[in-house]
């Protein structure tokens, strides 16, 4: 009987697993990698400063720069986790263009360690989740330095909506700075009006590691 009952357990451990399995299979449902946890196979730009370790892609202390993908998508839902090293400073370009500025000539969202004391008095929309210079990100969501993070950002139309660990910091439209109303920065943000653009990291010279990237493509806004 002890047998049986023991048999039982595993069964539905087996048949939970299966389930979970599942699950996970169909939440991903839609979505395509953009990284294959090998190389940088369809990315472009400042390959250099990023590398490629255990299934990571992991930007260079002291190097960096921009790693785009080779494609460029309009409408998107993007996926990714990241961690972060004390003080770490990168960013999230979309809709950005290969060349110039992502962060005015597309949008860049801040990927930051904005609870480091060095960034104590940063503008609000310089805090991790941010559209640089544009949109303030709601504060408090980011798990303590050396720990994975996951990131959700939605971009269909003017608007984009940022999930961190499963909390939106950041849900807005930016419709209103495309026709003129003035940005929190002061600053012109022409990239604003892009409806589409590449998908990248922006590094500063800062290790930082990312995993699981994969985006799935969405209808016209």
Known sequence: MMGTRTGGRWAAVVIGLALLGAT????EEGFTPLFDGKGLAGWQGDVAGY????????????????????????????RFEFRLTPGA????????????????????LQILDDGHEK????????????????????????????EWNTEEVTVQG?????????????????????????????????GLKRTSGHIGFLGHGDEVHFRNIRVRPLAKG
């Open 158 to 190: 003017s608007k984009v909506k940022v999930v961190l660990n499963g909390t939106t910091i950041v849900d807005a439209d930016v419709a209103e700075f495309r026709d003129g109303k003035a940005t929190l920065d002061g600053k012109e943000h022409p």
């Open 119 to 146: 960034y104590k008095t940063i503008a609000p929309w310089q805090s991790h989740g941010s559209i640089y210079g544009v949109v303030a990100a709601k504060r408090g969501a980011l798990k303590p330095t050396g």
């Open 51 to 78: 590398e490629v370790v255990d299934g990571e892609i992991r930007c260079r202390k002291g190097a960096g720069g921009k790693l785009l993908t080779a494609g460029e998508y309009g409408d998107f839902v993007l």
């Open 89 to 108: 400073n990168n960013g999230l370009g979309i809709r950005a263009p290969a060349e110039g500025d992502a962060a005015f000539a597309g949008m860049e």
């Open 24 to 27: 996970a299979v169909r939440a």
